[in-house]
């Protein structure tokens, strides 16, 4: 713990003398505040991204995950028989957690919206209903085909979700690269941040003899610098933060129809997200010109 | 306080200074003198840590110099009041600022001190300009304002790099008469100068030691200038 704060120090030292003693530098500043605002500014939307492939990845593939039917349809007398035959095939098909037939409440709960209350489903020759669990890989359908059509011939293995498995391979991938895109953002704000303490640093070499003649240490001289990047980045992306945050409350959002686009939106805490986006921008100001000062300091040496 | 043992340095060709062994004891007061371009400026910043030296041992308050971490010398500065030839200011801050700028780097600023700036002030004859640009100040003034940031800190020991070449016979006499009340304080005094008339007005206040560099090593250059 008193590493910790030793190490932010130079942030909470009081006088206001260090931040004095380098020259003000207008235009760089501006350059330094906007940049970081604009990095902050595409966090956001990486994130609002990242969070809605991944609720979209989740959802659709608990949505796979139970979306697989076999259809019985046999004679009266054969359908028992065929729906014993078929829960057979499936507990033992690998990539299935579990099947079952549906009861005829539960059938004609299914059929009910179509033809009214009161239907007699037992004495119709309705299809049996097996539901089909799988998990996360999935089954060999060609494979289960095959052996259905010879324990079971009546059987149809229907499908009709699958075809939304790549669609879920996609949405996760997006929500990776949402994320791979927050790293490369953080880091090219830490890289930005490099070369303008770099420049700013070379640029005060003067300043920084002078500084060292009248025995300023270098965590001293060092903070001078910090603490003006760490606060200029921070001020940059709490200003980009707030405008991403406003542009992604104005998404419109909540409609089951639009899918993806109109879940662009941030639900429930996740709202709190973007809150993390400044401090961390400031954090990486932080790490990135201290490194940059020691090595300027230790080259000036 | 400051000790150099069979010191050598070059600043990549032949040796500058050579075999130089010297002790600055406490309380004492010194002259460099030496042609123009003879290691002056080289030997004080052997003294205050801004050079390490080619061969040989520097030992400032007794730690070798080579030993010492830059934190180390940054503290070893804090007592040393270093008087540039070539007066170097943070020229966007005025100058009881710049002045002041050992005690702000230092975190250590009390009341007390300030008041001593505003002492050190009129001392060196600099009132009224405290709040001027270093970049506009006279050569002279300039001179006078590194010697009272020297002073600032109060610092054991004042090494000076020609403190009064800029300025005229009067204001000269001045600011080595503060020198000399800082001496009979007991701060050590070095000046490098090629003043002669300075030396010996000083040599009528105190007792004064000349050291002399010349063929790359230090001599006493005796009581007759
Ligand atoms: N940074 C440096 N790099 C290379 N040579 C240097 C450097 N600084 C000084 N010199 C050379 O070292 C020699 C001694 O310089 P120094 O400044 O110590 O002399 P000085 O006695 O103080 O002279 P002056 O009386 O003119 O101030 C000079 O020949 C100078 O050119
Ligand atoms: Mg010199």
Excluded at chain 1, 16 to 33: E, H, I, Q, W, Y
Excluded at chain 1, 223 to 243: C, D, I, K, M, Q
Excluded at chain 2, 112 to 123: G, V
């Amino acid at each position: 713990m008193k590493r910790f704060l030793e190490f932010f120090k130079p942030l909470m030292q009081a006088d206001l003398g260090a931040d004095r003693v380098v020259p003000p530098s207008g235009f760089t500043v501006r350059l330094t505040v906007f940049t970081s605002a604009a990095m902050a500014f595409l966090t956001v939307f990486a994130l609002a991204l990242s969070l809605a492939a991944d609720r979209l990845a989740t959802n659709w593939g608990e949505e796979l995950a139970r979306s697989s039917t076999i259809r019985i349809s046999a004679p009266a007398g054969q359908m028992a028989a065929q729906t014993e035959a078929a829960l057979k095939v499936l507990t033992q098909t690998p990539g299935v957690v579990s099947a079952r037939a549906l009861t005829a409440e539960e059938q004609q709960a299914l059929l009910e919206p179509w033809f009214g209350p009161g239907l007699p489903v037992d004495q119709l020759p309705v299809p049996q209903l097996i539901e089909i669990a799988e998990t996360a890989q999935g089954y060999d359908s060609e494979g289960l085909r095959l052996r259905l059509q010879a324990e079971a011939p009546g059987a149809v293995l229907d499908e009709h979700t699958r075809w939304r498995k790549p669609l879920v391979a996609a949405a996760s991938r997006l929500n990776l690269l949402g994320w791979v895109s927050i790293l490369l953002i953080t880091a090219t704000t830490g890289a930005m941040v490099t070369l303008a303490a770099n420049a700013s640093l070379a640029a005060n070499a003067q300043v920084i003899e002078v500084l060292r003649l009248v025995g300023a240490t270098d965590g001293y001289i060092a903070s001078a610098f910090v603490r003006r990047y760490t606060l200029r980045v921070l001020t940059g992306a709490a200003v980009g933060t707030v405008l991403g945050f406003i542009a992604i409350l104005l998404m419109p959002g909540g409609s089951d129809a639009g899918g993806f686009l109109t879940g662009l939106r941030f639900q429930g805490w996740h709202w709190l997200w973007p809150a993390v986006v400044p401090p961390l921008a400031a954090l990486v100001a932080f790490a990135a010109t201290q490194a940059a000062a020691r090595r300027v300091l230790g080259e000036l040496a | 306080m400051i000790e150099l043992n069979n010191v050598a340095y070059s600043y990549g060709g032949d040796a500058l200074l050579n075999d130089i062994s010297f002790s600055l004891a406490p309380g004492s007061f010194h002259f460099l003198t030496g042609p123009s371009g003879s290691g002056k400026t080289t030997f004080l910043k052997l003294c205050y840590g801004a050079l390490l030296p080619t061969d040989g041992d520097v030992r400032i308050f007794d730690h070798s110099a080579r030993d010492m971490g830059r934190d180390a010398v940054a503290y070893a500065r804090r007592r040393i009041g270093v008087v540039h030839q070539d007066c170097k200011f943070l020229d966007h801050l005025p100058v009881n600022e710049n002045i002041a700028l050992p005690l702000t780097v230092s975190g250590q600023a009390t009341p007390d001190q300030f008041a001593n700036l505003q002492e050190l002030m009129s001392w060196v004859g600099l009132v009224g300009r405290g709040n001027a640009l270093p970049p506009e100040l006279s050569g002279g003034e300039r001179q006078r304002a590194a010697l009272a940031r020297a002073l600032i800190m109060s610092p054991d020991v004042i090494l000076a790099d020609e403190p009064t070449g800029n300025v005229d016979w009067e204001m000269s006499q001045r600011l080595l008469r503060l020198l000399v009340e800082l001496n009979k304080m007991g701060k050590t005094v070095m000046i490098a100068t090629h003043d002669l008339a300075l030396i010996r007005a000083a040599k009528a206040q105190v007792s004064a030691r000349v050291l002399r560099i010349s063929n790359h090593t230090l001599q006493s250059a005796g009581v007759d200038l």
